[in-house]
């Protein structure tokens, strides 16, 4: 085994004998736009110079499809971000810490001011720095250094070179990158077809359940025509209704003033925001609460354990949940609408309807061209759906109930597949950007 030394960090431990501690100011340059230089969003155009933002990161990588461009006297005027293939960028605002290697360039480029360029000098190699960059070594770090940071989190200039970290010599530098490369691209290509796995199971789903409260289970009744292109035919003695026909009550709450990610004795009134609705399930997880005087505020909104609700706005809309009555009392944001269904319907049948592609259909076509999709309450409520008889709507519902579940149960096991493979992952790169694990040659 090779000779260890201490590295004087707590979370690198141990390094080799023959490995360096540096400061990323001393292996590298970081530059980035100075503010905006007066950049502003106006000048977004259809060509010129690509203008690297940080949602373009993707795996790595930079997405240009996603790029906008701005005129070329913007690209000219800051040279030190004047980008080329093989150049390392972070980010800095937003989700902070994002990592890729530009690859595919083909025209001039430029960054945004949330992005940082790291030029690595002779002797070391910009393709570990990466790997470095999207481990432990760099996560505890920042996290060390915000700790306590109750603002929006940015990885200052500044605080950044002064990062440090385990560096081998060159050749071994340029092995454990290569390594990693190889090793978690084909972690990632298990991961992408777990994924891939996960969406088909998801769609299967979804056309048990459309096909369920479409067509019923008895295959051998009459069938008419629903006058609904994306529904097709019906059982004859099925009704087409509107949502807001078989509900009471459609609405949406909002946000209050004052609103705390913990429970205490004032701020006692659980607060939902589009993040607690997954699976078709509301999850506790993250938790807001709100004082007894802004539920009272918005007590048109005050929840109850049978009401459904409906993510209106975002990137998550058309997620749907039934209330968890073990959560109440429980209020909510003008992201999500609720929904209180009458004598008309079963809550837990109107919640396959919901799920359904009948519904996710019209959600597509009110906001195919919405910068900021969202569906109102009166478009909810007048969305078409077959209607069957209360007798019919518990066969559907014991019938999908245990079909939905088993295929949960696989999703599930997916999703617990590309955990193990993700932390698998993480682990594999800190032993070896650390020195816990070498490099064979």
């Known amino acids: 085994m090779a000779e260890m030394k201490p590295s004087g960090i707590a979370w690198i431990g141990n390094i080799p ?18 503010g905006w230089q007066g950049l502003t969003s106006d000048e977004y155009t259809d060509e010129g110079a690509y203008l690297i933002t940080g949602t373009d990161f993707n795996n790595g990588g930079i997405n240009w499809e996603t790029c906008v461009h701005v005129p070329m006297k913007r690209w000219e005027e800051a040279k030190d971000i004047q980008i080329e293939n093989g150049d ?9 810490g994002k990592v890729a290697i530009v690859d595919g360039l083909d025209s001039p480029c430029s960054l945004n001011s949330g992005v940082l360029r790291i030029s690595t000098i002779n002797g070391y190699d910009r393709r570990f720095l990466f790997w470095v960059l999207q481990s432990e070594v760099f996560w ?20 950044f070179a002064e990062f440090n970290y385990a560096i081998p010599p060159l ?23 777990l994924e891939r796995q996960i969406e088909i199971l998801r769609q299967y789903k979804k056309a048990l359940i459309t096909e369920a ?7 051998s009744v009459p069938m008419k025509d629903s006058g609904i292109d994306w529904i097709g035919t019906i059982p004859a003695h099925w009704e087409i209704k509107r949502i807001k026909y078989v509900t009471s009550t459609i609405s949406k709450g909002a946000t209050p003033e004052d609103i705390f990610n913990e429970k205490t004795e004032r701020y006692s009134i659980r607060f939902l925001k589009a993040e607690n609705i997954k699976n078709s399930l509301v999850d506790s997880e993250p938790e807001f609460f709100i004082d007894a005087a802004a539920d009272n505020s918005l007590r048109r909104s005050r929840l109850q354990a049978t009401d459904l609700l409906f993510v209106i706005a975002g990137a998550t809309i058309g997620k749907v949940a039934q209330m968890n009555a073990s959560l109440l009392p429980a209020n909510m944001n003008q992201a999500i609408a609720f ?8 809550p837990e049948y109107l919640l396959y309807i919901l799920d359904s592609h009948i519904v996710a259909e019209v959600i597509q076509l009110l906001t195919v061209q919405a910068a900021q999709p969202n569906i109102s309450m009166m478009n909810l409520g007048n969305i078409a759906f077959p209607l069957a008889p209360i007798s019919e709507q518990q066969e559907i519902i014991a019938c999908l109930d245990k079909k939905c579940a088993e295929t949960d149960a696989l999703i599930a096991e997916k999703h617990k597949a590309a955990e193990i493979m ?8 800190y032993e070896y950007v650390t020195g816990k694990k070498r490099v064979t040659r």
């Open 88 to 96: 390392l960028l972070i980010t800095k605002d937003g989700t902070v």
């Open 213 to 219: 409260v479409t067509k019923g289970l008895d295959k």
């Open 171 to 193: 050749l071994e530098q340029r092995a454990i990158a290569t390594f990693l490369d190889d090793r978690c691209g084909q972690v990632d290509s298990i991961l992408a077809d």
């Open 422 to 429: 993700q932390k698998y992952k993480k682990s594999l790169i």
């Open 17 to 34: 004998a023959d490995w360096e501690i540096k400061k990323i100011k001393y292996i590298a340059t970081l530059k980035g736009r100075i």
């Open 140 to 159: 505890t770090w920042y996290l060390n250094k915000t700790a306590g940071n109750s603002t929006i989190l940015h990885l200052y200039q500044g605080d």
């Open 339 to 346: 929904l209180r269904p009458n004598h008309y319907v079963l």
